[in-house]
């Protein structure tokens, strides 16, 4: 049981981590608010179509309002992080938001499952010369003014991660339904009271639709993994996504990192693993 909830933990991160360069790319092409809405969207029909196929039976309503929370921290979380995506190098901004991300639910976990071990603490450590790496590691004052936004989604990132391991404890799918309504809704009123443009631009459509199969992928592995395991170690596993983001990037897009900066992105993904241990 353990190995399939490590298993689906890291297979996780690596759907993830390619959603949010597809993410990225789409919000290159039109607003973070209709990126999100949009793939929300799609993901919201596919699930809808795949609970009913499946026969899944309908969970509590505790369970669907926790995945309503869950949502709107999610939806939060991804138009902030798309954001900075198309503002700022993939690279540099998917591993501090995972840092942010994997953090807080080992906190819950320490109080809810008990004290992490040596690891988990070595791990803080290093996440934290990481950050710091991260953003260059001089000038700090202007630096860490551009890590708002990503520390920001992490927050929400977090938030989704605990709220839908509370809603996903009998059944996957309709919880998962539940956070696409609340995203979706959330995110449109939003939109209308700030008016905020959010009907997304026709070339970014097909980025839009590949986060929103690899999201939705990626979201249903995560609870799978945290209904088999401790939450924690679910949320940090599914926090190494950056990896992916950072190959993506690196490959296809040719982002040049400065070593330092390197070096910060490997201490990065090293601290997310020692966390995980």
């Known amino acids: 049981m353990e190995y399939l909830a490590v298993f689906y933990g ?51 309503i505790s369970d669907l309002l926790w995945g309503g929370v869950a949502g709107i921290g999610g939806g939060a979380g991804l138009a902030l992080l798309y954001s900075a995506l198309a503002s700022g190098q993939m690279s540099i901004t998917s591993p501090v938001s995972a840092l942010v991300a994997a953090g807080l639910p080992v906190l819950v976990g320490a109080f809810s499952e008990g004290l992490p071990g040596f690891s988990t603490l070595a791990g803080f450590a290093l996440a934290l010369a990481a950050v710091w790496l991260v953003s260059g590691g001089t000038g700090a004052r202007m630096q860490l003014k551009n890590l708002s936004m990503p520390v920001l ?49 026709r070339e970014s459509w097909l980025p839009i639709f590949l ?13 799978m993994s945290a209904r088999m395991g401790r939450m924690d170690v679910a949320a940090v596993l599914g926090s190494l996504y950056p990896g992916s983001t950072v190959l993506l990037a690196w490959f296809i897009l040719k982002e040049r ?21």
């Open 153 to 201: 989604s992490g927050i929400c990132f977090a938030a989704f991660f605990i709220f839908l391991d509370r809603g996903s404890g009998q059944s996957i799918l309709w919880p998962l339904v539940a956070t696409r309504i609340a995203s979706i809704t959330s995110l449109l009123t939003f939109s209308l009271v700030t008016r905020q443009p959010w009907i997304p631009t």
């Open 10 to 60: 890291l297979s996780c991160a690596v759907v993830w981590g390619a959603g949010d360069f597809c993410g990225g790319m789409a919000v290159k092409r039109t607003n973070p608010y209709g990126a999100v809405i949009a793939a929300h969207a799609i993901s919201l029909t596919l699930l809808l179509i795949l609970g009913i196929v499946a026969g899944e039976p309908l969970p509590p």
């Open 211 to 223: 986060s929103s199969l690899l999201d939705s992928a990626g979201n249903a592995l995560y609870a």
């Open 257 to 277: 990192v400065s070593p330092v900066q390197m070096a910060g992105i490997v201490i990065a993904l090293a601290a997310i693993t020692l966390i995980a241990m």
